[in-house]
């Protein structure tokens, strides 16, 4: 009867509607600006500012309040869906906020806020990107749907953020037994300052973790076979915590890990892999393949063949032959390009910015899209630090045209054949060049070696491969990361500090999409290596410093 009674009222209301001045919009209350959706069914009206929960998605159409669910169990292959009933659009709500914002300003300056409670405790907040979700269904939607887990896959921004409550502190919280989760909505608009309205929906469910089961013996530490150039270490370590690392990444706590080497005092201390790989695997470690670009550089550098990192581009390139042509662009220093400093319109923080390295890829000529690239004037060279993956293909084809043989030849003779590294695969270019932006792929005891070359100061086996003084530039903390009081870049490595048990200790590493790691800690004498094939969840690389922190630099740290 419900919805037969919601029909006539809706019928009757728009038969008064006509008798309304022109001016007044039909449907819409006293506070809206915007012309949403209104009430949209029955069930809409009895759940208005409601979260709802479902396993795999109903259809609006269909869905009824039989289908909300009181309780779930949460797996790796389940489905888990909120449906949410709004009174007014979110534009609506964002106008209450600021009425003084047009449409258009609040739609790219404000979104939903949600927080996160485990058993009356908040565990986690977030304020969506203002970039989440459409304009139009921010400006007409009252009734919404998004995927928290997805076995499909569904590409929502409702996954990652149950991704980054889950990191966050949502799985702990949520470790044992049954536990109440509730969500709560509300709007947020960011001025000077972010201003959050009153919440707008909310809902509860009782939450069981269901993981899969390890056995001791799965968890076990693995043992180290004998390895070429390796001495396996006999030094102690807290095994109960590498154990418990373990059972985490088994149960895939920690997603997608596929290989950890820890080597301390120049020896083997912990080599173990998961997810199908094992020593030979050769893993994909992306950006990782940077910091060998740098290494290569160096080794240049020293050789002859290219003077100095403060050479500027005009040295290699008639840039005038390219597009938007400038002196600026003359003057970008190589130095500039290993900082990740250079001033080019080009911004892989920034999906829309030109020089993104997605735009990159589908171009015939990667070093032309660069170097085609126009100048940012709002940029200041050697000290705009933004991460610009195009920059460093530039350097591979300025390596690849000055060192004989080319670029690919001269780093199998003079880094990775001193190093012992003979397995090992390049992807290209499409001029057929070797990729310095990313993806060389190599066994994680090989990785090791090339991050013990570093903290050996470029010495291996008695041989400077790599001069001592491009190492301490390459790992210094040169310029701070903007985003972050802690992060710094050298010449293409990070440099960050890590805090355990009260005690910071500082690391220049390697890094690349997905969680991948070189680790070089500068006061102690350890080496970390982490593959791990999590690409573009934006768990991956807050997981490992979670691993490093909480599991591997407490139980291997005197």
Sequence with gaps: ????????????????????????????????????????SGVHEQNTGKVTFMSVPVPIEKYTEADFLSSFEISDTCDFNIRVFLKRSLTNELHTLAPSLTADVLTANGNYSFTFYVDGKKIYNENLNP?????????????FRVPLISSTGEDSWGRFLWQRFWFGGGEDALSDGTHRLRIEISPYVKQTDVITGNIIAEGEIDITL????????????????????WNVSNENYNKELIRELNRKILQNSFKQITGIVVIKNGNLLLEEYFNGAGRDSLHDTRSVGKSFASAIMGIAIADGYIKNEIQTLETFYDLSSYS???????????????????????????????????NMYPTPDWVKFTLDLPMDSSKTMGKSWDYFTAGVVVIGD??????????????AKKLFKPLGIINYQWEYTPQGVANTAGGLRMRCIDYARFGQLYKDGGLYNGKQIIPANWVKKSL????????????????LFWNSVFTVNGKKYQA????GN???????????????????TAYGMPYAHRQVNKIMEEYILPSVLD
Excluded: H, W
Aim: hydrophobic share 40%; with cysteine; charged share 15%.
């Design 1 to 40: 009867m419900i919805n037969q009674f919601y029909v006539l009222n809706k019928l009757l209301g728009l038969f008064f509607c006509f008798l309304l001045p022109v001016n007044i919009f039909c449907g819409m209350d006293s506070l809206s600006f915007v012309n949403d959706n209104g009430i949209t």
């Design 131 to 143: 970039g989440a979700g459409s304009v139009e269904s921010k400006n007409t939607a009252t009734v």
């Design 210 to 229: 269901k993981k899969p089961f390890v056995s001791a013996e799965q968890i076990e530490v693995q043992p180290i076979a004998p390895a070429e150039g």
């Design 324 to 358: 938007n042509f400038s002196l600026a662009k003359n003057r970008v220093t190589l130095k500039s390009l290993l900082t990740m400093s250079s001033g080019f319109l080009g911004s892989d923080i920034d999906q829309s910015s030109p020089g993104n390295e997605e």
């Design 398 to 411: 300025i390596l690849n045209k000055t060192v004989p043989g080319g670029l690919e030849k001269y780093a």
């Design 476 to 491: 210094s903390p040169l310029l701070q990361v903007p985003v972050s009081e802690t992060d710094y870049y050298g010449y």
């Design 508 to 511: 220049a590493y390697s890094s």
């Design 514 to 532: 997905g969680g991948n790691k070189i680790y070089i800690f500068k006061d102690v004498p350890i080496v970390v290596v982490i593959t791990s």
